[in-house]
């Protein structure tokens, strides 16, 4: 939830969060440049009890059937 409340902060963000069956999370984003900057840099913290080891950042192709940031 706090990665859906910190992007919804974000007005031009799409994209999704989900967490993946061997307790890594997965984050889609896409919207305004300065805006998805400012959410991976948010990840690399996390929300106030989360423990981040690692974050691996890939830019892909925007999907243009992204819809507004959600979980899923």
């Not at 859906?4 to 069956?21: D, H």
């Not at 996390?46 to 999907?63: M, N, S, W, Y």
């Amino acid at each position: 939830m706090s990665t859906l409340s910190e992007a919804r902060k974000l007005p031009s963000l799409c994209g999704y969060v989900q967490n993946l069956p061997d307790g890594r999370v997965e984050a889609v984003f896409a919207g305004k440049e300065g805006e998805v900057l400012q959410i991976i840099e948010w990840c690399k913290q996390g929300p106030r009890l989360a423990k981040v080891t690692a974050l691996e950042v890939k830019e892909e192709t925007f999907d243009p059937t992204l819809s507004p940031f959600q979980i899923t």
